[in-house]
């Protein structure tokens, strides 16, 4: 099985910083990497595919890249409306989703 | 644009068999683009891959939970189904239908609003 560590499990940022979490497998998974948002209540939103393509109408402040075991997803300026869960999820064999990262303003 | 609904019991007792079932409207079920899925989430946690159904039959599910899930497809309702055995309380959560792109890449592109399944005695 492969699994996925996400880093850190929860930040608190100001409005236009930028943030960064991290997502690292437990073996090569390639570029199969996706970044999934999820706010309170609500079903996950795909973010990014393919570890560095941003899904249609996603905004051009996320962004994500890595390859290999290291994987890395960033907003670039945070906004009030980002406030949610991102999770990270392979798909070289099977399907895993990291723990989450919690992302709150502070 | 595709839509995703779940359907199903609410709460469970333990040891009862859950069944669940995702209805897709605004695009086909039967494209070998696309494969269903189910996805959950437990209270307070984060994301459990169940298992996917592809156009041609085959399903793949999560070995965790292997022998007790079934997923089969109904392409003349649109729907497609999950059945889970001998649930326990370890069951409860939040229960997502999805759709997975298989072309080229893959990802989960459209979910479910997702359904609440409470197992309790």
């Known amino acids: 099985d492969i699994q996925m560590t996400q880093s850190p499990s929860s930040l608190s940022a100001s409005v236009g910083d930028r943030v960064t979490i991290t997502c690292q497998a437990s073996?090569?998974?390639?570029?199969?990497l996706n970044w999934y948002q999820q706010k309170p209540g609500k079903a996950p939103k795909l973010m990014i595919y393919?570890?560095?393509n941003l899904e249609t109408g996603v905004p051009s402040r996320f962004s994500g890249s890595g390859s290999g075991t290291d994987f890395t997803f960033t907003i670039s300026s945070l906004q009030p409306e980002d406030i949610a869960t991102y999770y990270c999820?392979?798909?070289?064999?099977?399907?895993?989703f990291g723990g989450g990262t919690k992302v709150e303003i502070k | 644009q595709v839509q995703l609904q779940e359907s199903g019991p609410g709460l469970m007792k333990p040891s009862e068999t859950m069944s669940l079932t995702c209805t897709v409207s605004?695009?086909?079920?039967?494209?070998?683009?696309?494969?269903w899925g189910w996805i959950r989430q437990p209270p307070g946690k984060g994301l459990e891959w169940i298992g996917n159904?592809?156009?041609?039959?085959?399903?793949y599910s999560n070995p965790s939970l292997k022998s007790r899930v079934t997923i089969s497809v109904d392409t003349s309702k649109s729907q497609f189904s999950l059945i889970l055995t001998s649930v326990t309380a370890a069951d409860t959560a939040v229960y997502y239908c999805?759709?997975?792109?298989?072309?080229?890449?893959?990802?989960?592109?459209?979910w479910g609003q997702g359904t609440l399944v409470i197992v309790s005695s």
């Open positions: 999805a759709r997975l792109k298989v072309s080229g890449w893959s990802n989960f592109d459209s």
């Open positions: 605004g695009g086909s079920i039967n494209r070998s683009t696309y494969s």
């Open positions: 159904i592809y156009y041609n039959g085959t399903t």
């Open positions: 073996q090569d998974i390639y570029n199969f």
């Open positions: 393919d570890a560095s």
């Open positions: 999820q392979q798909y070289d064999d099977l399907f895993t």
